[in-house]
């Protein structure tokens, strides 16, 4: 029988009523043993489940809780044959892409989950979603991070959360599920990632972010962008407009950025849109942002992109290092041309 680890770092899955509305709460073990009814503990695979010491409110995460749990599963790499992590759904997004650039070229699968309604009360998503990602951990088929919820699988770093109020909570906007669990757990195996070589664990996260992320809207000025990027950043998301397009009639406001590429600073463009990519030639008004020194991110998640950078930066690349590395699929994040 197949053994999967669970690391429960808090989230709304465990959590439990308290004065000041729902916080995380220990002992999710003993929760368990009254919603898992014994046949049904029985057919699933066995697990370990592990209680992080600071419960955390997904909210509150920060660098040091990533390499928190990538060391753990790292350390228990070889003991288990799969593994979940039970995590808060705010910043979910941003943990399994942290944790597909960290364990890269895994052979086992890495399942996130966690619940819009905590597992306490009676209407709570979290069983089901527990059961599944128990399910999927124990597939030799998968060997990369991935996100469980509501019936689907999807691709770890491909994920943005949604909706705050809905079941599907999570989608993947430029890729498609890679499976669904139905009557029956469907995976499409042609989309799933195949490692290139031996497992290969880059835990390095420094504690103080390397990334900023900012957004471009009507009106925005190169004051305002200036104040910005003088920030102690190596790196800035720019979530601009449509396919990658700025203000190009503003000179002033060119001349900011190209001042801070000039001085070192990365600048990576991503669109606002949902779903889409971004071609910085398609228009002169992105064209102009390429002339600036900004860098085209493609179809990346602002999530997976902030992870990505971050990780760069933590392992020492210099900043034309992590330029080459962004037109490269690191753990199938982007799309490439």
Known sequence: MKKIYVAYTGGTIGMKPTDSGYAPAENLMGLLEEKLPANVRTS????????YEQLIDSSNIR???????????ASKYDEYDGFVVLHGTDTMAYSCSMMSFMLRNLSKPVIFTGSQIPLCEARTDGLENLVGALSLAADERIKEVCLYFNGRLMRGNRCRKQNAYLFDAFDTPNYPWLGRADINIDLDEFLLHKPEGEPKFLLDCDSETHVGILQLFPGINAEWIESILQQPMKAFIMRTYGTGNGPDGDQAFLDTLKKATDAGKLIVNLTQCHRGTVHQGSYAAGSALANAGVVGGLDTT??????????????????EQVKEQLGQSLAGEVTLP
């Open 63 to 73: 660098p040091d809780n990533w390499k928190q749990i990538a060391n753990d599963i």
């Open 302 to 319: 602002t999530e997976a992109m902030f992870c990505k950078l971050h990780h760069l930066f933590s392992n020492g690349l210099t900043v």
């Open 44 to 51: 699933l695979p066995d697990f370990d489940l592990g209680e």
